[in-house]
């Protein structure tokens, strides 16, 4: 693989080369300079990334384990391996963002390139705990849970706002909730390291949700400071408030995320379908 000259080069890296070192290469300059955002690059419009055979997805994953299950080594293999890939399919998603919108605002393309670098990170402190169990994240199915929503995304008539609605304040989102909910679970199980690696990207995906806020009113001045319906006009079905939470509902997080009182009780209280029709 030549040395990537520009953030464009970059991103085809990650989207065109199938395997794990490609895919989570830093990305600046072999001397360590940032990237060139070429601002007269073409969108470039892929579909899907190219993965390694022991990388490739499928439709659908067993359940996840319950966080009181994770005393058996197992289940916390499953767990760091769904969440690692969770993390990869991140990384090919941002990468796959900057080929698609090159004419966005530079502060915004350049966040979303560390927010990508910062997936890697993630990605990385998940394989490492994954490793020393002495497993590996081929020897997991690999879901398609993320990239299934990019079709929605890139037919979106809201362009970029749909993917700041989709990754950022729906996926994200739920994030804040999930990463604390599975750092309590390993802590409880006696995998303190594990921990760690949760609350680190806790923390790191409040910066993430604030990007995606922040940009996504920015790109939405019809709406002036309505983060609900900035977000529900853009928000790429069927993705919805009801999937930007988990079972427990950290509402400090998103107040430091930059969201609306609003906006948090909007995704406290959605209800998906399933759910309407049960309490009919």
Not at 18 to 43: F, S, Y
Not at 164 to 192: H, K, P, V
Not at 225 to 236: G, H, K, L
Request: aromatic share 6%; charged share 30%; hydrophobic share 40%.
């Amino acid at each position: 693989m030549s040395e990537p000259i520009s953030v464009q080069d970059f991103c085809r890296h990650v989207l065109e080369e199938g395997g794990l070192d490609a895919k989570l290469a830093a990305p600046r300059r072999a001397n360590g300079d940032a990237l060139r955002d070429d601002p007269d690059a073409p969108a470039l419009e892929i579909d899907a990334p190219a993965r390694s055979l022991g990388l490739r997805m499928r439709g659908g994953a067993p359940r996840l384990p319950h966080p009181n299950q994770l005393g058996s080594p197992e289940a916390r293999a499953v767990c760091l391996a769904r969440f690692a890939h969770h993390e990869l399919m991140a990384v090919e998603l941002f990468a796959w963002a900057l080929l698609r919108w090159p004419l966005l605002p530079g502060e915004l393309r350049a966040g979303w390139l560390h927010a990508l670098e910062e997936e890697q990170i993630h990605c990385r402190l998940y394989l490492d705990r994954l490793a020393a169990l002495g497993d590996r994240l081929e020897d997991h199915v690999q879901s398609d849970y993320f990239w299934k929503q990019a079709p929605a995304i890139a037919a979106s008539p809201h362009g970029a706002r749909a993917f700041l609605a989709a990754m950022g304040l729906t996926l994200e989102q739920a994030n804040l909730d999930f990463s604390l909910i599975y750092r309590d679970g390993f802590r409880i199980a006696g995998d303190e390291q594990s921990a760690r690696v949760c609350q680190r990207i806790h923390d790191d995906e409040i910066r993430h949700v604030r990007l995606a806020s922040d940009w996504l009113m920015r790109l939405s001045p019809d709406h002036g400071s309505d983060q609900v319906a900035a977000y529900d006009e853009a928000v790429p079905f069927p993705l919805a408030a009801n999937r930007a939470k988990g079972r427990r509902f950290d509402t400090e997080a998103r107040r430091r995320a930059g969201l609306s009182d609003a906006f948090i009780e909007h995704v406290r209280v959605a209800r998906s379908s399933q759910e309407k029709a049960g309490a009919r």
